[in-house]
């Protein structure tokens, strides 16, 4: 997520309410979660097991909870809880407003696309042209929808991600201050729930087509000309890359790579990152030609035994 426009470390810290280490006129850009940043973001980092990958990231400005030897060309600001001071930020620049209209007055729709009855389109949101939405759609503040999209009743854009902190009075919530951004000509069925990114964005390819009651995590890219059947549950920060194939109820762990030309079929749990161009089948997540031979195996057991008595 970027900033507006630039700020200073020293402005930053007065925002949360903490010290820091760097220049006063630092530049500040905006705030990222550690796989997506760049150069004048900040990355949080509370664990000492992650300390050396938040130093060492993209990242300029690191907000931690342990004062450290600053590497060069760093900044680092020092906090208690650096968790809750992101939120901090994130409500500062991406704060919650809430709606009085079906259809906010910062909404931009383009020539052509038609919005049926019981919508909701937040605020910011930007729609193409010759796009159909579907009576009951939601869409988030700060969407981006493209040109020949369809989308069918009761789907849902740009919800929160599911992403909290265990604390001992229960869980807090990461806020959520993304965006959902779905290319040209992706058609999404009924009922399908794509969660915003925390900082970045949760990215649908152009020319993809979802069935119903699908699941988008937070800050999964599915790539160009993808097909994902009914029920699938994707997990947050997925790469799916062009022309995947996802048959029924597939689901995935999270941070993990599906290659390009993969098909997966139905019921299949990809526990792992797989390799492009291939078929999968099972859970664990194997080729399907191997897993169906241990599946055929597995029935001439009681053949064997019998035979061995």
Known sequence: MKFPKTHTLKEIANIIGCQYIGADDFAVHGMNEIHVVNPGDIVFVDHPKYYDKALQ????????????????????????????????????????????VSVSASAD??????IQP??????????GTNCLLHANVIVYDNTVIGDNVIIHSGTILGADAFY????????????????????????????????????GDTTIGAGTKIDN????????????????????????????????????????????????????????????????????????????????KQLANVKRIPDILNKLK
């Open 57 to 100: 990231s993209a990242a300029t400005i690191v907000l931690i909870n342990k004062e450290v030897d600053c590497p060069e060309g760093k900044a680092l600001l020092i906090s208690d809880d650096p968790f809750r001071d992101f939120n901090t930020l994130t409500k500062h620049f991406r704060p919650f407003i809430a709606a009085n």
């Open 109 to 114: 729709v383009g020539e052509g696309t038609v």
């Open 118 to 127: 019981n919508c909701f389109i937040g605020n910011n949101v930007t729609i």
């Open 164 to 199: 909290y902190k265990k604390r001992p009075e229960g869980f807090d919530q990461l806020l959520s201050g993304g965006r959902v951004v779905i290319e040209d000509n992706v058609g999404i069925g009924a009922l399908c729930t794509i969660d915003k990114g925390v900082t």
């Open 213 to 292: 009651q699908v699941h988008v995590g937070h800050d999964t890219v599915i790539g160009k000309k993808c097909l994902i059947a009914s029920q699938t549950g994707i997990a947050g920060c997925v790469i799916i890359e062009d022309e995947v194939t996802l048959w029924g109820q597939v689901g995935t762990t999270s941070g993990i790579t599906i290659g390009a030309k993969a098909v997966v079929l139905g019921q299949t749990g990809v526990t792992k990152s797989i390799e492009g161009g291939k078929s999968y089948f099972g859970t664990p997540v194997e080729e399907s030609r191997e897993k169906l």
